[in-house]
């Protein structure tokens, strides 16, 4: 996972505020920039994503901001609420690999977001 | 539901036992994916299957896990003589997975069954 770097690793925000995520990677041959939401027991699920001809996209309260000169992509959250409470990894890959039309997840270590109430 | 299905969820197995956990894709989905979480960490990818065919198995950490997905449908990872380091999380993923210009196969993932190595 050297490859795909988080941060913060745990963030604590109030509610209706703005919680702010940042993902770093390595590999230039990356085109597809999601990020995973998973609440405890339950698998990752795609929350929103991004394609390198957009700088950012915005999906209700969830923004990602994609910086392709700097290799970093974030993950904005407006009007953060307590029911956003839960980890968040970026997952940067290859849209397309080896034309098998899959792609191979590389997540980062995970951004632990606790919004109080 | 009509989501991925997992069994067990839990599983605590003695070091050295073997265990197999089972995956039950998201019915028509060609694609499937095994992933390992460590305790705090993000999932890491173990192995792929586009139906029955095992294309990408280089995640796999030894000779001692072994996946199988013999009817292209509901798939097994099955370790062998576990030990400690294997506790962990293991998350089955399917795709739909065919090919459609500018479309996105999206993983869905299931709920993981926690295996305890003791």
């Known amino acids: 996972q050297q490859q795909v770097k988080q941060s913060p690793q745990s963030l604590i925000v109030q509610k209706g505020g703005i919680s702010i995520i940042n993902c770093a990677y390595e590999?230039?041959?990356?085109?597809?920039f999601p990020w995973y939401q998973q609440f405890p027991g339950k698998g990752p699920a795609l929350l929103i994503a991004?394609?390198?001809?957009?700088s950012e996209k915005k999906e209700g309260r969830f923004t990602i901001s994609f910086n392709k000169s700097a290799k970093q992509f974030s993950l904005h959250i407006m009007d953060s609420q307590p029911g956003d409470s839960a980890t968040y990894f970026c997952?940067?890959?290859?849209?397309?690999?080896?034309?098998?039309?899959?792609?191979?997840?590389?997540f980062g270590q995970g951004t632990i977001l606790t919004v109080h109430p | 539901g009509a989501g991925v299905s997992q069994s067990p969820r839990y599983k605590v197995a003695k070091r050295g036992q073997d265990v197999a956990l089972r995956c039950d894709p998201i019915?028509?989905?060609?694609?499937l994916f095994w992933y390992q979480q460590a305790l705090g960490q993000g999932p890491e990818f173990l192995t792929y299957?586009?139906?029955?065919?095992?294309?990408?198995k280089s995640g796999l950490p030894s000779d001692r896990f072994f996946a199988e997905r013999p009817e292209g449908s509901v798939s097994t990872l099955k370790i062998q003589r576990t030990q400690q380091e294997d506790s962990a999380v293991y998350l089955c993923?399917?795709?739909?997975?065919?090919?459609?210009?500018?479309?996105?196969?999206?993983?869905?993932f299931g709920p993981g069954t926690r295996l305890t190595v003791l």
């Open positions: 993923a399917s795709s739909w997975g065919g090919r459609r210009t500018g479309s996105y196969n999206e993983q869905f």
């Open positions: 590999n230039t041959a990356f085109d597809y």
């Open positions: 991004i394609r390198p001809d957009v």
């Open positions: 997952a940067p890959h290859k849209y397309n690999a080896g034309g098998t039309s899959y792609g191979k997840l590389t």
């Open positions: 019915s028509g989905h060609v694609s």
């Open positions: 299957f586009q139906n029955e065919a095992q294309l990408d």
